[in-house]
């Protein structure tokens, strides 16, 4: 089975200040796939998120180089137009961050700001990306209390809502359970094996058993490097490098 | 012995901390107490409902309103001024600027700078740029005065709030297409809502609580200001000329004047808190 390339990642570099923290990555991301990257803390699996979305611009004294090609384009290039380009990749951060409104506005905000203004469609989508979290029935009554009054586990997946009414092609997943209790883990993960039949995925996590759970393709970094990629199947049953070996045996857990 | 020694100690700092507390409450009590006393007799309906009549300044008829709508002209219209500018600049410097440290952090040493300069040099600057216009003394000048010393006030103040917010919700933001300056004055301006009146309110206490910027700018007069080119007077300028009088009817009324701008900044107070809370409820709450 022949995956196709959704993202490109070649010779990328990534320096903050003199530290080195991505050391030339080359992976493709395969289209509509749950691909997990899987290594310890602190060895740059989120700054590779990010720059897949250049959220790393926020940081000035981050400094990346090498190509991110994004169908056909390369999204490192200085004329990419960022906000178009973070549209078409929702992130779902460690800890929920809705935005200070209403349910109802956090879903609608990204609409409103693109321009699609319709009172009707605007309530149309409410409904379809909550139901398709699976929060509807939970807050259906209450769209317009602040999202802040939510539980923790409800306030992420608001938030996966939130991403998926812009439409994005992919979603960018940082560590997205972290913060929550095992039954919301799940829920999320749950959705996460649900969506990735129409969305490209990518999740960076530390945990061992969520990556075997649900991933499709495995990037394995360690201190900035990328020891191991490839399908999951393949990397859980026969890891070719030492390290990877071990991480999955949990020595390094 | 030693564990006795401990406990000497212990209650040492513990009676500090109480008498210091103790005595910033006596201060604060017999300050709003003296000025009722002094000033409650003084007030009338009259006192907040007249201009000064001929014998005012001997203890006759009349009241302050002009200081009343002087004041309350003046330190709006520098407060709203302040605002256009105020928010804008700590925005961006907490949204656009946010990576740049180094210029960030020249902003804010640039505006606590201006912020410690005393209120009679803007009173002083203020003048010297009337001049240079041939301006008089006017409303106009005294609001452009105002607006200048409240706003690194304002800027820092809003500064200190803005810069707590959480750098996720930002970026949760930016990742859903919006831009900068959307995210900006939707998300974070609103996140923090609560802390940007409570800046307004802050620059509105120190603007119509101040009499030496005014001093040369906004002058005084017993009329009410028919333009923003009159003269006006202002409440802590009515007190100064009032409190300065030998005659015992006119220092009461100075003191009477003094509960009025209280209370002035207390119902503003009250007022924009009672607002703010609706807001306060949409925040994020970092874990």
Known sequence: MENTTKIAISNLNCHIGNKLVLDDINVNIPERKLTVILGPSGCGKTTLLKSMNRLTDLYPEVKIDGSIVFDNEDILHPRTEIPQLRKRMGLLSQQPYPLPMSIYKNITYGLRIGGRQQKATLNGRVEQYLRQVSLWDEVKDRLHDPASALSIGQQQRLCLARGLAVDPEIILADEPTSALDPVSSKEIEELFLKLKNRYTIVVVTHILRQARRIADYIIFMYLGKIIEHGPAAEFFENPKNEMAKAYIQGLYN | ?287
């Open chain 2, 1 to 287: 012995m030693k564990k006795k020694l401990k406990y000497i100690e212990e209650y040492f700092f513990r009676g500090i901390m109480f008498a210091s507390t103790l005595f910033i409450m006596i201060i604060l009590l017999t300050l709003i107490g003296s000025i009722l006393i002094k000033g409650l007799p003084a007030l009338s309906w009259e006192m907040i409902t007249q201009t000064p009549k001929g014998g005012f300044y001997f203890g006759k008829e009349g009241g302050v309103l002009n200081a009343i709508v002087g004041s309350l002209y003046l330190s709006l219209g520098a407060t709203a001024l302040a605002l256009v500018i105020s928010l804008p600049l700590s925005l961006f410097i907490n949204v656009h600027l946010a990576g740049t440290k180094w210029l960030v952090n020249s902003i804010r040493f640039l505006l606590d700078l201006l912020w410690g300069i005393p209120s009679i040099v803007y009173g002083a600057f203020g003048f010297t740029i009337m001049m240079y216009f041939g301006m008089r003394t006017s409303l106009l000048a005294g609001i452009i005065t105002v607006t200048l010393f409240i706003i690194p006030i304002m800027v820092r103040s809003m500064d200190e709030v803005l810069k707590t917010a959480p750098r996720g919700l930002l970026e949760a933001s930016l990742s859903l297409g919006s831009t900068k300056s959307e995210t900006a004055y939707f998300i974070l301006a609103r996140q923090c809502i609560t802390g940007i009146i409570t800046a307004i309110l802050l620059a509105f206490g120190r603007a119509i609580g101040d009499a030496a910027s005014v001093l040369f700018t906004a002058g005084y007069t017993d009329y009410l200001p028919g333009s923003i080119t009159d003269p006006v007077a202002t409440l802590p300028l009515s007190i100064f000329f009032q409190l300065s009088s030998p005659i015992p009817e006119v220092q009461q009324r100075a003191y009477g004047s003094a509960v009025l701008l209280t209370f002035i900044i207390l119902l503003i107070s009250v007022l924009t808190r009672y607002f703010s809370y609706r807001y306060k409820k949409q925040s994020v709450k970092q874990l």
